[in-house]
């Protein structure tokens, strides 16, 4: 008879078994890709995001016959709750062997921690708080490569938590563009004209001067995130200083394009990087002894990237904003060599992004569903 047991994470044993779960899930999963455990580490300790700044969270590793086979990050964003009038917590890096009762116990463990702290629903996964990684499981698309920053998960994972009580909550979702099939000639033409017309143009995003960009991305974000969006609020100045940290190593700034009025007003923006995944792949987790030899050598050889938000201010929204900054990273992209780009994950009440990235071909091609349990 095996034996289950949950336990909270509280020594640097239980942190390693917490950050290794995965590998011996995935072992011959070419879809997975390794994190870099230095990163992940400063992520589950809450150095380089929101997560500790946020709420009370906790990490909780199940371990069967003493061998670690699943774990979870349980967590409340009191900010988030408090600026939407909710009572809910969030699950983020949830993994199992496939055991339902593993799966079970790590369930009811967050269920009965979010209840003693008069939490009325569950929502997860999500990306642990200033995140955007981790976000849902996929349901229809198990084959496709995993771009950087983006969530593998094994297809039963849904059928854990559908049959312990979770229902849909929201899709997400990932679109393909195939730049090698070269830009729609008809918006090559259109976004000059339009740039005219309203009087705005594109920058790329200034590493040299990276505070004053991060303000005015802070300021678009500001000014375009609907109050409608149930689960976002504006990144707060000290957020904005973690994205640029996390921004400034990977950022090709030939992908970031910032819109200004011909006066300087800021009035959008996107976030394309590089998909380092496909060097990831290569380094195991760990940059020493060989991860770094891995990632010269497999630096030179991205052919994709992901395009991971766009925003523009609502007076702007019809004015060809959205495509000018599409198409100058796209031929970018396209000039890099690289085959194609990933547009994710664009939530399902997004109908503006999604019509603005379909115009430039692009293709639906991976589904992430969020879920969510009432518990009070």
Not at 173 to 178: D, F, I, Q, R, T
Not at 202 to 208: A, G, I, S, T
Not at 279 to 305: C, D, Q, S
Request: hydrophobic content about 35%; glycine content about 6%; proline content about 5%.
């Amino acid at each position: 008879m095996s034996l289950i047991k949950i336990e909270i994470v509280t020594t640097k044993s239980q942190e390693k078994d917490f950050i290794k779960v995965p590998w011996s899930i995935y072992r011959d999963d070419q879809c997975w890709v390794p994190p870099l455990i230095s990163d992940f580490k400063k992520s589950i300790r809450g150095e380089n995001n929101m997560l500790s700044k946020s709420g009370p969270f906790t990490l909780i590793v199940a371990y069967k016959n003493d061998i670690p086979c699943g774990r979870l990050c349980v967590g409340i964003n009191e900010h988030l709750n408090e600026a939407k009038k909710y009572k809910e917590g969030y699950i983020s890096l949830f993994e199992c062997i496939a055991d339902k009762e593993v799966a079970d116990k790590l369930l009811s463990f967050a269920e009965e921690w979010l209840k003693k702290k008069n939490m009325e629903r569950i929502i997860g996964p999500l990306s642990l708080p200033g995140g955007d990684d981790n976000r849902g499981f996929i349901i229809d698309n198990f084959d496709d490569p995993t771009l950087v920053m983006n969530t593998y998960n094994k297809e039963y994972y849904n059928d854990y938590f559908t049959d312990y009580g979770f229902r849909k909550y929201l899709d997400c979702y990932a679109y393909k563009v195939n730049i090698s099939e070269g830009i729609n000639e008809r918006y090559q033409n259109l976004v000059p004209y339009a740039m005219e017309k309203y009087k705005f143009k594109l920058n790329k995003l200034d590493l040299n001067n990276i505070d004053k960009e991060m303000m005015d991305i802070k300021s678009i974000i500001e000014q375009a995130m609907p109050e409608e969006w149930d689960d976002f609020i504006p990144p707060s100045e000290e957020e904005i200083k973690i994205i640029a940290e996390q921004l400034i190593p990977v950022a090709d700034p030939d992908l970031i394009y910032i819109a200004r009025t011909n006066e300087g007003k800021p009035i959008g923006f996107n976030l394309t990087v590089p998909d380092y995944n496909q060097v990831l792949k290569h380094m195991n987790g760990r940059v020493f002894p060989t991860g770094f030899l891995k990632y010269i050598l497999n630096k030179k050889k991205i052919n994709r990237a992901r395009f991971f938000v766009l925003f523009v201010v609502p007076e702007y929204r019809k004015k060809g904003v959205s495509s000018a900054i599409y198409l100058n990273s796209f031929k970018s992209v396209l000039d890099k060599g690289y085959e194609y780009a990933e547009g994710s994950t664009i939530w399902e009440y997004n109908d503006i992004m999604m019509r603005d990235i379909e115009r430039f071909g692009g293709k639906k091609y991976k589904t992430y569903r969020i879920y969510k349990k009432v518990i009070g």
